[in-house]
């Protein structure tokens, strides 16, 4: 068995991980957070894939409401220069999403064997992932469709799991491969007891290798309209109809669609340490607890909790004999629920977003490439903010048609375009900029530069801005 194709990685990155609301929202996707240690869960996902796979050959897939922010997070964090962006204009679920990926890539490389892994997983031990996928591109090199299949640790309910066939199919650099019988859905306790006694069952990793041309095949075999619509898309330099036909693309998963009916499924036994990170029960594979069984991090004033998942922001949060809990503190938004509901998380922002509320969209602290903002207040025709340009840095040249600003510098000295004119605009100085006119935020010394500022009009959300030149491509 040789393997002839080079490898590539695809990263699905457009989901919004609602499960792990307050800290995840639509503008800070769980991908973006940094959950264990300094970096975001989709920097280590770049990071962990090198040196067997170069960013240059490396792309993202997310939706175009996420794309920018994706890639000015990126850039902010110094990784993933070179990657590559496949933009869904809306999401469809994993088959649609994987397939046009194959698609993009088979137009680079005929030969291509594609990694597609969730941007969100944890992985601690990234050398023994880079030697399971080099083992999986050879099992894969005769059309076969790796899947990667985790040892269970223990009976749990929210994953899905693959049972594999008894009799080994083969075995590549110590991973264990099998033909896979059948994919189960999340069970119940007892059903997971059952599958962790029964010893053939592995957790599902969501990760999978394959070569392009052959995961192809089987979307003309099993999804053939879906196949349709990725082939007429193909070469399409049109946005307009590109979008057109994408969206017109019945939602379908990837396991249902092609991996529960194909006879071309392989499940490889992988051996690194891995989660999902799929709800806040899951944080305990992150972060380490205390000796009562507690994950506790932030402002916390604690007595006698045991075995919950305690996290402060600003505030001052006191606990007190909390067990089997889940607390969650932002500026703007709480978490109380018992460890065993953590699944219901998501059903608290679809309430959110029902109701309108902006707390499942957005966080009142927005790192910015050039800085950060603060919303202090918001009410019905106006909205305040503290902005923080760092040194060095500027905002768009940009205009906005529904509001006007006034700006109160607090700290550092503002050099400010407005319309024709160039100022600058020291402590406790100020200006105004009416609606319509061109504008200009910079800081030019060597600390970082504070205003207030003050919006006032009949619409003051954030998309009322036209760009006219920026340092971070946003136009």
Partial sequence: ??????????????????RFWPLS??????????????ESLLTTTIERLSPLIEEEDIAIVTSASQAEITRLHLEGAG????????????GRNTAP???????KLLERDSDAIMVVLPSDHLMKQPEAFRRSIAAAALAASDGSLITFGIRPRSPETAYGYIKGRMELHDEIDGHPVRKVERFVEKPNLDTA?????????????????????AVLREYAKYLPELYAALNSIKGLTDDAAFNEIYEAIDPISIDYGILERTDAALMMEVDFAWSDLGSWNALGDAL????????????????CSKDSIILASERVVATIGLEGFILIDTPDATLVCPKERAQE??????????????????????????GSYTVLEEGPGYKIKKITVSPGARISLQSHTKRSEHWVVVSGIATVIKGVEEIEIKTNESTFIPVGVKHRLSNTRAEPLEIIEVQNGEYVGEDDIERFDDDYKRI
């Fill in 97 to 103: 999403a994987i397939g046009l990926a194959a698609v």
């Fill in 345 to 370: 998380v998501r059903e608290v922002v679809s309430v959110l977003k029902n109701r309108g509320w902006a707390e499942h969209e957005t966080h009142p602290h927005t790192e910015r490439p050039w």
């Fill in 25 to 38: 929202r639509e503008t800070t996707p769980k991908q973006l957070l940094k959950v264990a240690g300094d």
């Fill in 288 to 303: 380490e607890a205390d000796d009562d069984g507690n994950i506790i991090r932030g402002r916390v004033v604690d007595i």
């Fill in 193 to 213: 007891k059952s599958y962790v006694e029964d010893g053939s069952y592995l957790w599902n990793s969501g990760i999978f290798v394959w070569r392009a041309d």
């Fill in 79 to 90: 990784c993933g220069a070179s990657v590559g962006y496949i933009i869904e204009p809306c």
């Fill in 1 to 18: 068995m040789s393997n002839k194709g080079k490898i590539y990685a695809a990263i699905l990155a457009g989901g919004i991980g609602t």
